[in-house]
C-alpha cells in the first residue's frame, strides 16, 4: 500500500516542506541478514558425507559442522512440485504444481502456474529491502510460457527476483546448457574446450551479483536462490573429477548400502533401531485385480547377477555421478569462501536441501541417453558399454542405473518420484547462521518443504503480508520449525502431511504414516479405490519395514480418510493415470493458434521444442530458401535438438543431406545425388509417413526447387527430441551438434550465401503441391 504523503504543498516550493518517505524505496533495518537458499538437484539422503555417504563434499559439510543437520526432512518426490514449495510455503498443489511443470494436465492442482495468490519469498523480501537473486534451475513455468512471445510473470523476474542466470525447464545440458540471462536467451560465455561447466558459471554469476550491489551498498542484504543443475540427469563433470573417486564404488550397491547405513547410525544421522529396508520390496506385487506385475523399470539388479561388463559400467556411472557432487560442491565453496572473506558469513542464514530423493530414471541398466525414457524406449548394456570410458562428457546425456538411485538413498526404499516412499521423499537439509545458531547437531523433528518459507520469515522478523502485488494471499500452509534453532528438540506443532504424485499417495500423521502401494508409472495399474494401503509407525520403523496395516484395521482406516480429507483441503485431484510418453506430448496451450506452417528466419533466437512444429508420428517439410554464392558454400541451414536426437538440413562438400539423429542410437542420412546449385533455390527434405505403424517410418526425399535429388527411409521418435533442451536454429546449430558430420567449427553456421528463410510444414500436402505455391510465393516477391 503507499505511503501518504505527509509533507507540506504551498505556491512555491521555498514554501513547501517535502516528504521523500512515499518515494524511497525499501531500507531493511540495520543489521538484516543474508539468505543463501541452496537447492541441490536428485541429491539422496545418503549421497553426500554430512548424511554418511561416501561421497566428498566439504564445503557443504562446512555449512554442517556449523549448523543443523535435519534428518527428518521431506520433499514431494519431485522437482516443479518441490520448488514451490521451497518458495511460497505452500502444498505444491495449491501452487498448481501437482508435477513437473512439463507434465500439466490443466487443473488447478496441476497447471504449471504459481498462482499470484501464493506469493515467492523473492516477492515478499524485495519489498522489503533485500535484493534478490536467482541462477541455476527454475522448474516453476509452464512450456507454453517458455518462449520469448510469451509473458514473462512466471519467469523469475516476474516472480520477485531482481536478476536471474540460468535454465527455465527441467534440466539442461552441463557443457552446453539453455542459458536465460534475466527475460532473455544468451549463448555461454566460452566452450567446454575451453573447461566450460555450467556449475562454475552459476558460480561465477552469483559472486558476480552479489558484489555489483555490495559495491553500491555494502550494508544491504540479498536473499539468494542457488540452484545448480547438479546433481540431476545428465551427470556431466570434468573427467578428473570422476576419476577422484576410481574404485571406490567398486563394492557395488548393496555393500556402499550397508556400509552407509553403519556410518548413519555411529553419527547420528538415523536412530539406532532403525532396519536396512530390503531390496525390491514390491517386485512381486500385483495390481489389484491381478493382471499387471510391478513396473520392470522401477526395480533394482542384484549386484550378484550382474556380469563383470555390467559391473564396471555401473561403478563408473556412480563415479561420474560422485565427481558431479563433488565438483558442485567446490562451488558452492566459493560461494561461502568470499562470504567469510568480507565478513558477511556470520549473518548469513544459509539453507540447503534437495528437492526429492536420488533419481531412478536410469532404469535398471542406467543410461547413456537419457532421452530414450522419455521416448518409452529400454536402454540395452550392449548400447552403454561402448561409452564407458566418456560417462559424464559431452558425448554422453548420461544416468545411473536405479541400484544406486537405491544406495543414495540408505536406509530407505525406492527413489524419486515415490511421494509413497521416504526413498523419494526423505531429503537432506541442512541449516546454518554462524552468528545466531549456536547450538549445532543434528534433529529429528518431522519437516517439510513448505515449512521453510514460514521459518525464514520467522527467523528474520517477517510477517507475511496479506497482499503480495494486490492479490490476496493464501495463508501459509507450512509451520515454522524457527524452534529448533535454539532448541533441537523443540515441537515445531506439525501434526499432519499429505502426499500425492503421479498416482502415489501416502499421509504422515503424528508419527503414523499410511501409504498406497501403487508404481510411480501411473498408467501401470491405476484402479486408485481399490489398490492396498500400508500402515507405518515411523517412529519406531523409520524405514518403513513393517507394515502393521492387519495389527491396526482402525487406525489405517482413519489415516485413509485423513488424506481424503488434507487431498480435499489442498484441492489435488484428479490422480494423473497416464503414460510417461503420453503425458510429455499432451498438446498443451500455445500462445499461438494451431496452423500447419511454421516461417522461420535466420538470426533469431533459438526456438524451444515446446513452441516449434510438432513432427512427431506424422508427414513434414522442411524447406529452406536460400541464395547460394559461391560452390563452396557450406553449414547448417536448419538444425533441431542434439546429438541424443534431432534432426538437421545442411550443406556439406556441395552435397545437400539431411540427418536424423534416431534418440541418440544411430544417425540416418540422406544425401543429394547432385551438387547444391549457386543462385536463388530452395532446398527441401520430405518426409512421407507411411501406414500406423509406431515409431513411425516413411520415405525421405531431398529437392532442389522441384527437382527431386535424393530418397532414403527413415523412422522418426515417437516422443521429443528432448525434455528440456537444444530447440530450432536457422542458419546455425546450437550448443550440442546434431551430427559431428558439419562442416566447419560451432556453431557451424551456414556460409556462402544468404539464407532468406526456413519454412516447416505439417499439412501433410503432398511435396509437389507444396513445391508448386512456393514457385508461385517466389515468383510474386
Known amino acids: 500500500m503507499a505511503k501518504p504523503f505527509k509533507g507540506v504543498i504551498n505556491i512555491d516550493i521555498t514554501d513547501s516542506v517535502p516528504d521523500w518517505e512515499p518515494y524511497t524505496q525499501p531500507i531493511a533495518p540495520e543489521g538484516t541478514p543474508n539468505v543463501l537458499y541452496i537447492v541441490l538437484d536428485d541429491v539422496g539422503f545418503s549421497a553426500m558425507e554430512p548424511f554418511g555417504g561416501l561421497i566428498e563434499t566439504p564445503n557443504i559439510k562446512r555449512i554442517a559442522d556449523g549448523g543443523i543437520l535435519y534428518t527428518n526432512f521431506h520433499t514431494t518426490a519431485l522437482c516443479s512440485p518441490s520448488r514451490s514449495c521451497f518458495l511460497t510455503?505452500?502444498?505444491?498443489?495449491?501452487?498448481?504444481?501437482?508435477?513437473?511443470?512439463?507434465?500439466?494436465?490443466?487443473?488447478?492442482?496441476?497447471?504449471?502456474?504459481?498462482?499470484?495468490?501464493?506469493?515467492?519469498?523473492?516477492?515478499?523480501?524485495?519489498?522489503?529491502?533485500?535484493?534478490?537473486?536467482?541462477?541455476?534451475?527454475?522448474?516453476?513455468?509452464?512450456?507454453?510460457?517458455?518462449?520469448?512471445?510469451?509473458?514473462?510473470?512466471?519467469?523469475?523476474?516476474?516472480?520477485?527476483?531482481?536478476?536471474?542466470?540460468?535454465?527455465?525447464?527441467?534440466?539442461?545440458?552441463?557443457?552446453?546448457?539453455?542459458?536465460?540471462?534475466?527475460?532473455?536467451?544468451?549463448?555461454?560465455?566460452?566452450s567446454p574446450h575451453d573447461g566450460y561447466h555450467l556449475s562454475t558459471d552459476l558460480a561465477d554469476k552469483a559472486l558476480e551479483f552479489?558484489?555489483?550491489?555490495?559495491?553500491?551498498?555494502?550494508?544491504?542484504?540479498?536473499?539468494?536462490?542457488?540452484?545448480?543443475?547438479?546433481?540431476?540427469?545428465?551427470?556431466?563433470?570434468?573427467?578428473?573429477?570422476?576419476?577422484?573417486?576410481?574404485g571406490k564404488f567398486?563394492?557395488?550397491?548393496?555393500?556402499?548400502?550397508?556400509?552407509?547405513?553403519?556410518?548413519?547410525?555411529?553419527?547420528?544421522?538415523?536412530?539406532?533401531?532403525?532396519?536396512?529396508?530390503?531390496?525390491?520390496?514390491?517386485?512381486?506385487?500385483?495390481?489389484?485385480?491381478?493382471?499387471?506385475?510391478?513396473?520392470?523399470?522401477?526395480?533394482?539388479?542384484?549386484?550378484?547377477?550382474?556380469?563383470?561388463?555390467?559391473?564396471?559400467?555401473?561403478?563408473?556411472?556412480?563415479?561420474?555421478?560422485?565427481?558431479?557432487?563433488?565438483?558442485?560442491?567446490?562451488?558452492?565453496?566459493?560461494?561461502?569462501?568470499?562470504?567469510?572473506?568480507?565478513?558477511?558469513?556470520?549473518?548469513?542464514?544459509?539453507?540447503?536441501?534437495?528437492?526429492?530423493?536420488?533419481?531412478?530414471?536410469?532404469?535398471?541398466?542406467?543410461?547413456?541417453?537419457?532421452?530414450?525414457?522419455?521416448?518409452?524406449?529400454?536402454?540395452?548394456?550392449?548400447?552403454n558399454l561402448p561409452f564407458i570410458d566418456v560417462l559424464g562428457s559431452p558425448r554422453t546425456y548420461n544416468h545411473y542405473p536405479t541400484g544406486w538411485a537405491w544406495a543414495f538413498n540408505t536406509p530407505f526404499k525406492l527413489w524419486k518420484r515415490y511421494s509413497n516412499y521416504e526413498g523419494g521423499t526423505a531429503d537432506p537439509m541442512i541449516v546454518s547462521w554462524p552468528g545466531r545458531i549456536t547450538k549445532t547437531g543434528t534433529c529429528r523433528q518431522y519437516v517439510h518443504a513448505v515449512d521453510i518459507v514460514p521459518t525464514i520469515y520467522e527467523a528474520l522478523?517477517?510477517?507475511?503480508?496479506?497482499?503480495?502485488?494486490?492479490?490476496?494471499?493464501?495463508?501459509?500452509?507450512?509451520?515454522s520449525f524457527a524452534p529448533t534453532f535454539a532448541d533441537l528438540t523443540a515441537k515445531t506443532g506439525k501434526q499432519t502431511q499429505f502426499y500425492s504424485m503421479g498416482g502415489t499417495r501416502a499421509i504422515w500423521h503424528q508419527g503414523?504414516?499410511?501409504?498406497?502401494?501403487?508404481?510411480?508409472?501411473?498408467?501401470?495399474?491405476?484402479?486408485?479405490?481399490?489398490?492396498?494401503?500400508?500402515?507405518?509407525?515411523?517412529?519406531?520403523?523409520?524405514?518403513?519395514?513393517?507394515?502393521?496395516?492387519?495389527?491396526?484395521?482402525?487406525?489405517?482406516?482413519?489415516?485413509?480418510?485423513?488424506?481424503?480429507?488434507?487431498?480435499?483441503?489442498?484441492?489435488a485431484l484428479p490422480l494423473e493415470n497416464r503414460g510417461a510418453v503420453e503425458v510429455l506430448t499432451t498438446?498443451?496451450?500455445?500462445?499461438?493458434?494451431?496452423?500447419?506452417?511454421?516461417?522461420?528466419?535466420p538470426g533469431g533466437a533459438e526456438v524451444p521444442e515446446s513452441v516449434a512444429p510438432n513432427i512427431r508420428n506424422r508427414s513434414y517439410t522442411i524447406a529452406v530458401e536460400v541464395t547460394i554464392d559461391t560452390a563452396e558454400a557450406e553449414g547448417a541451414l536448419f538444425a533441431q535438438g542434439s546429438r541424443f536426437g534431432g534432426h538437421a538440413l545442411?550443406?556439406?562438400?556441395?552435397?545437400?543431406?539431411?540427418?536424423?539423429?534416431?534418440?541418440?542410437?544411430?544417425?540416418?542420412?540422406?544425401?543429394?545425388?547432385?551438387?547444391?546449385?549457386?543462385?536463388?533455390?530452395?532446398?527441401?527434405?520430405?518426409?512421407e509417413r507411411e501406414g500406423d505403424a509406431m515409431p513411425t517410418e516413411g520415405t525421405l526425399t531431398l529437392h532442389f526447387g522441384k527437382d527431386q535429388v535424393g530418397e532414403g527411409r527413415i523412422k522418426t521418435q515417437p516422443g521429443k527430441f528432448s525434455l528440456a533442451g537444444e530447440g530450432?536454429?536457422?542458419?546455425?546449430?546450437?550448443?550440442?551438434?546434431?551430427?559431428?558430420?558439419?562442416?566447419?567449427?560451432?556453431?557451424?553456421?551456414?556460409?556462402?550465401?544468404?539464407?532468406?528463410?526456413?519454412?516447416?510444414?505439417?499439412?501433410?500436402?503432398?511435396?509437389?503441391?507444396?513445391?508448386?505455391?512456393?514457385a508461385a510465393a517466389f515468383a510474386r516477391d
Open 461 to 479: 522478523g517477517v510477517e507475511p503480508p496479506e497482499t503480495v502485488k494486490g492479490y490476496t494471499q493464501h495463508p501459509m500452509e507450512g509451520i
Open 89 to 190: 510455503g505452500r502444498n505444491h498443489t495449491t501452487n498448481g504444481m501437482g508435477t513437473i511443470t512439463e507434465a500439466a494436465s490443466g487443473f488447478p492442482s496441476s497447471n504449471g502456474h504459481v498462482p499470484f495468490e501464493c506469493g515467492t519469498i523473492a516477492e515478499v523480501l524485495g519489498e522489503m529491502g533485500w535484493n534478490t537473486y536467482m541462477v541455476g534451475k527454475w522448474h516453476l513455468c509452464a512450456e507454453d510460457e517458455m518462449n520469448l512471445a510469451s509473458i514473462k510473470r512466471q519467469w523469475p523476474l516476474g516472480r520477485g527476483f531482481e536478476r536471474f542466470y540460468g535454465f527455465l525447464g527441467a534440466e539442461t545440458n552441463q557443457w552446453y546448457p539453455d542459458l536465460v540471462y534475466d527475460n532473455h536467451p544468451v549463448e555461454q560465455p566460452y
Open 250 to 383: 567398486d563394492m557395488g550397491y548393496e555393500a556402499y548400502r550397508e556400509v552407509v547405513f553403519e556410518r548413519q547410525k555411529r553419527l547420528g544421522v538415523i536412530p539406532d533401531h532403525a532396519e536396512l529396508s530390503p531390496i525390491n520390496p514390491y517386485v512381486n506385487e500385483k495390481s489389484p485385480d491381478g493382471t499387471k506385475s510391478w513396473s520392470e523399470l522401477d526395480v533394482v539388479r542384484p549386484w550378484g547377477s550382474l556380469t563383470d561388463d555390467e559391473k564396471r559400467l555401473f561403478c563408473r556411472m556412480a563415479e561420474v555421478y560422485a565427481g558431479f557432487l563433488s565438483h558442485a560442491d567446490n562451488e558452492i565453496g566459493r560461494l561461502l569462501d568470499y562470504l567469510e572473506e568480507s565478513d558477511q558469513l556470520d549473518n548469513t542464514l544459509i539453507v540447503l536441501v534437495s528437492d526429492n530423493g536420488a533419481s531412478g530414471e536410469g532404469g535398471p541398466s542406467g543410461s547413456v541417453n537419457e532421452n530414450k525414457i522419455f521416448n518409452g524406449l529400454p536402454d540395452k548394456i550392449e548400447d
Open 210 to 246: 552479489i558484489r555489483d550491489a555490495k559495491s553500491v551498498a555494502p550494508d544491504k542484504p540479498f536473499f539468494f536462490y542457488f540452484c545448480p543443475g547438479a546433481c540431476h540427469a545428465p551427470h556431466h563433470v570434468p573427467k578428473e573429477w570422476a576419476d577422484k573417486y576410481k
Open 512 to 571: 503414523w504414516k499410511a501409504a498406497a502401494v501403487s508404481p510411480s508409472v501411473p498408467d501401470m495399474w491405476g484402479d486408485y479405490a481399490n489398490q492396498r494401503w500400508e500402515l507405518f509407525d515411523t517412529v519406531q520403523d523409520p524405514t518403513e519395514c513393517h507394515d502393521l496395516a492387519a495389527e491396526h484395521p482402525t487406525k489405517l482406516q482413519e489415516m485413509i480418510a485423513l488424506w481424503w480429507t488434507e487431498v480435499g483441503r489442498y484441492g
Open 728 to 774: 530450432l536454429n536457422v542458419g546455425k546449430e546450437g550448443g550440442e551438434p546434431v551430427t559431428d558430420d558439419y562442416p566447419g567449427e560451432a556453431p557451424w553456421a551456414f556460409v556462402g550465401g544468404t539464407i532468406h528463410k526456413a519454412v516447416i510444414d505439417v499439412s501433410g500436402q503432398a511435396f509437389v503441391d507444396l513445391a508448386n505455391e512456393a
Open 650 to 687: 545442411y550443406v556439406k562438400d556441395r552435397k545437400l543431406k539431411y540427418v536424423y539423429n534416431w534418440v541418440g542410437l544411430f544417425e540416418q542420412v540422406v544425401e543429394s545425388d547432385e551438387p547444391v546449385p549457386t543462385g536463388h533455390v530452395v532446398l527441401s527434405a520430405s518426409f
Open 587 to 601: 498438446v498443451r496451450p500455445q500462445i499461438s493458434k494451431a496452423r500447419s506452417r511454421y516461417v522461420y528466419y
